[in-house]
């Protein structure tokens, strides 16, 4: 399978923890996206990667939340004392120049 | 700023065509999107629209723009119970990094 995948795909915390979640894009796409995405809306963009360099961010993306593509291939996404508004699907999607986002299939995130 | 909406909920027969609708705000927009998405699921791309384009068909689905309206379509012919998912439109502008999509609508056909 080649297309982007994500890891955990359930991730369920206590309400002050840290959580990681990551995201592999498909392999030829330098370019990779993350979006939040809660009950009965659509996705809500984070946040924008070109190669290793984080082009934009939301200003939905508090100081809690960190993203980080190190080697511009796979990316992180964390989130620190997490609070129970957290709750929603992370989702992440990754495109080269020519072609259009594909989406992973999300790590669903539920805070206690 | 940019939004995107759509109708929450459409419910056809099984065979019917579904048209599901979308409007958009931004002017610039380049590039017009539908996805559908699954329980439980990422979305899939469906299909996409220039935005110098009025048409676009591809098998079962087809596509109208009203660039003057900013009012996008998709028809589903033959609709399906497979077809039952919520369908995302979204909206980007060349340039630009952000996609905005909308609310989406939940399609349930009926067998």
């Known amino acids: 399978d080649t297309g982007v995948s994500q890891n955990p795909r359930h991730k369920i915390t206590k309400r002050g923890q840290n959580v990681t979640f990551r995201c592999d894009p498909i392999s030829e796409h330098n370019r990779l996206y993350w979006y939040r995405q809660t009950l009965g809306q659509g996705p809500e963009f984070l946040t924008y990667?070109?190669?290793?360099?984080?082009?934009?961010k939301s200003r939905l993306l508090s100081d809690r939340f960190s993203a980080e593509r190190p080697k511009g291939s796979f990316s992180t996404l964390e989130i620190q004392r997490t609070e129970q508004g957290d709750s929603a699907m992370y989702l992440c999607a990754s495109r080269s120049l020519a072609e259009t986002q594909y989406f992973g299939p999300g790590t669903r995130l539920l805070v206690l | 700023g940019e939004d995107v909406e759509q109708s929450l909920f459409l419910s056809v027969r099984e065979g019917d065509s579904s048209v599901i609708n979308c409007t958009y705000t931004?002017?610039?927009?380049?590039?017009l999107y539908w996805y559908k998405q699954e329980p439980g699921a990422g979305l899939q791309l469906l299909t996409y629209i220039f935005s110098n384009m009025d048409m676009k068909q591809d098998q079962r689905l087809t596509v109208l723009l009203n660039k003057k309206d900013k009012h996008l379509s998709l028809r589903i012919a033959d609709t399906q119970t497979g077809d039952s998912a919520i369908y995302f439109c979204?909206?980007?502008?060349?340039?630009?990094?952000?996609?905005?999509f909308g609310t989406g609508t939940r399609l349930k056909v009926l067998a």
């Open positions: 931004d002017s610039s927009s380049t590039y």
């Open positions: 979204a909206e980007s502008t060349s340039g630009t990094y952000k996609y905005i």
């Open positions: 990667f070109q190669n290793e360099a984080q082009l934009e």
